[in-house]
């Protein structure tokens, strides 16, 4: 008789850039063949991961109802890609109705499998709350962080202590995290800026924050050779296991379902590529949560058109409009411009989503013009792509500041989505990357050689295990030895 695997419970967040990174970790366990996996979400994210995964995978998908017009939020509202930016506190606030939810899920499962409980659950950052069912049911509770180490403890810090508050100065040091150097007021998000510390969503943001501490251990979607520093502050901070597993990156036969409708195939865009000289295509992107200003976006058009460069660019409506929404060039481009640009074969300007892993692994693709979301930054290193950085909100900031300063393979060319931004300043970037000159040379090369730093991470062979593959083993243990702990101790009480 075989005997019963292992099941390791998994609750993602309802947005993409956190889902993405929970399939691809529960995947990745799956091929173990050690693990049965359960996903827990709610139904229409249920609906978009079922058609991602691959046919034959054993994925257990567990749905959690949620009634988002008990909160005052839009009907059907179950993935902040489906909200305005001013909606998130509210979205975030409402994820605590799950709680019982999950309680009930929980105990459902141990039923169902004649007591025996789950190996371990891995829930989101922003919800820490499981922390309560898995401890009373004793299992093993890791919190895991979708985004960068360095990111997330600048982003941590900020809320729990609002430094920015204490001083009048436009800089200011983290005081519990010197190791960040100076922080400046325009890398923190508005909700940030504008928050006292008694307002009931910043109190309510810094209760969720502090049950991190609360977790048996916290898994990290970064590379320890390169995130020493953020990696070092939870350790200090929590006194807890921090367990640095990234990359953690959909591959690309996974993406298509829990992604969005492309607004061009791989196929054409690959053609398009092929038809580029080595390196000398830009890309730019701002991920699937984010957008400029109209002016901003206007400013962007005339800088590329002007540079010269090929570029293939993924436009959504600016701030202020639906994300979702049709997308206007005739009101939000210089007129004319995506005619001007398909006729020189300069440019590619793709509504909605592009194939960006397709995209960013092409050799003709030069440097990514990005919001330095996390799931961005693996992509484009992994494959050696250097990044001119436009960071628009939360952890984004720090993840551009640790690419610049400490990893050296980013130039920062704007900051938020209201900053002023001009053609000629975008220009000069983009050529300071793009061309010959010593910067741009010495950014391929560190990007470069943190593909090789990555790829090493990731590697695990019969005389090899890399970082990342040793932190996944060691976190897996640790939930075995607490699971043995926790049978010991009831024998005891028998």
């Known amino acids: 008789m075989a005997q019963r695997k292992e099941n390791i419970v998994m609750f993602p967040f309802m947005a993409q850039g956190h889902i993405i990174p929970f399939l691809e970790l529960a995947l990745q366990l799956e091929k173990t063949n050690k693990y049965t996996i359960t996903l827990v979400n709610t139904p229409l994210n249920l609906k978009k991961l079922k058609s991602s995964l691959p046919q034959n995978s054993s994925i257990h998908l567990l749905e959690i109802p949620f009634n988002s017009v008990a909160h005052d939020l839009p009907p059907c509202t179950e993935n902040t890609d489906s909200i305005p930016y001013h909606l998130f506190p509210k979205f975030l606030q409402a994820t605590v109705s799950l709680e019982p939810h999950f309680k009930k899920l929980i105990s459902e499962l141990v039923n169902e499998q004649n007591g025996q409980k789950p190996l371990c659950i891995i829930t989101d950052m922003f919800l820490g709350w499981c922390k309560e069912t898995a401890h009373e049911y004793g299992i093993f509770h890791a919190i895991f962080i979708g985004g960068g180490g360095f990111g997330f403890a600048c982003f941590y810090s900020l809320w729990v202590n609002l430094p920015h508050r204490k001083t009048d100065a436009d ?167 995506e005619e001007r640009i398909k006729g020189l074969g300069q440019g590619l300007v793709v509504h909605k989503w592009a194939p960006q892993v397709e995209i960013l692994s092409h050799t003709s693709i030069s440097a990514f013009l990005s919001h330095c979301g996390w799931n961005s930054v693996h992509e484009a290193l992994s494959h050696g792509v250097p990044i001119i950085g436009w960071p628009l909100t939360g952890d984004q900031f720090y993840n551009s500041k640790l690419l610049e300063e400490e990893i050296g393979v980013c130039v920062e060319v704007a900051r938020g989505m209201n ?71 009831s024998k005891n009480e028998v």
């Open 171 to 337: 800089e200011f040091l983290l005081p519990d995290f010197p190791e960040a150097s100076t922080l400046h007021v325009t890398q923190i998000s508005p909700y940030l800026r504008a928050t006292d510390g008694s307002d009931s969503f910043s109190v309510f943001y810094k209760k969720l924050l502090l049950l991190w501490k609360d977790a048996d251990g916290i898994l990290v979607n970064t590379v320890e050779e390169l995130d020493k520093i953020g990696l070092m502050y939870f350790k200090r901070k929590f006194g807890r296991p921090v367990w640095p597993i990234g990359p953690v990156l959909l591959s690309t036969e996974n993406r298509g379902g829990v992604g969005k409708e492309y607004g061009i195939s791989a196929e054409l865009c690959r053609k398009w590529l092929d038809t580029k000289p080595y390196s000398s295509v830009l890309y730019v992107s701002f991920g699937s949560q984010n957008t400029i200003a109209a002016s901003q976006m206007v400013q962007l058009a005339m800088a590329l058109e002007a540079s010269g460069k090929n570029f293939i660019w993924v436009v959504r409506p600016p701030t202020g409009f639906d994300i979702n929404y049709e997308f206007k060039a005739n009101e939000w481009l210089p007129r004319g411009f």
């Open 419 to 489: 900053c002023e931004v001009l053609k000629e300043d975008l220009s000069a970037k983009i050529e300071l990357v793009m061309n010959e000159t010593e910067k741009g040379v010495d950014m391929r090369n560190k990007a470069n050689d943190v593909k090789v730093i990555i790829k090493n991470a990731v590697r695990n062979e019969k005389n090899f295990k890399g970082s990342s593959v040793k932190a996944m083993d060691q976190f897996l243990n640790a939930a075995l030895i607490m699971r043995e702990m926790e049978k010991g101790a």
